[in-house]
Nanobody, 124 residues
Framework: QVQLVESGGGLVQPGGSLRLSCAAS????????IGWFRQAPGKEREGVSC????????RWSDSVKGRFAISTDNAKNTVYLHMNFLKPEDTAVYYC?????????????????WGQGTQVTVSS
């Protein structure tokens, strides 16, 4: 059974950092791309980043490029989203998702399983 569980969200001040975790079970990270998406109230879901562990490929949205990083711990079957220099506009529910294949773009239709999300709020 495929399962994705996000954690690590919370309240942080502008300029601060958070690390989100996506714990995967029921499959191996090396066989599927993992993506991070976010959705703010009243806005459409936005692709943030994705990673293909097997090939070491990553993709980024322009809105977070240079501020966020992504990494994997294959021993723990977990993907991390390292968020730095956070801005109020980064406030959203963040979701991780499993790609339909080993490589994917940060487009929602490329993913077939989703976590429940974790709230990130950037505010002073």
């Amino acid at each position: 059974q495929v399962q994705l569980v996000e954690s690590g969200g919370g309240l942080v001040q502008p300029g601060g950092s958070l690390r989100l975790s996506c714990a995967a079970s029921g499959f191996t990270l090396d066989d599927y791309a993992i993506g991070w998406f976010r959705q703010a109230p009243g806005k459409e879901r936005e692709g943030v980043s994705c990673i293909s562990s097997r090939f070491g490929l990553t993709r980024w949205s322009d809105s977070v490029k240079g501020r966020f990083a992504i990494s994997t711990d294959n021993a723990k079957n977990t993907v991390y989203l390292h968020m730095n220099f956070l801005k109020p506009e980064d406030t959203a529910v963040y979701y991780c998702a499993r790609g339909r294949g080993v490589v994917a773009d940060i487009l929602a239709h490329d993913y077939d399983s989703w976590g429940q999300g974790t709230q990130v709020t950037v505010s002073s």
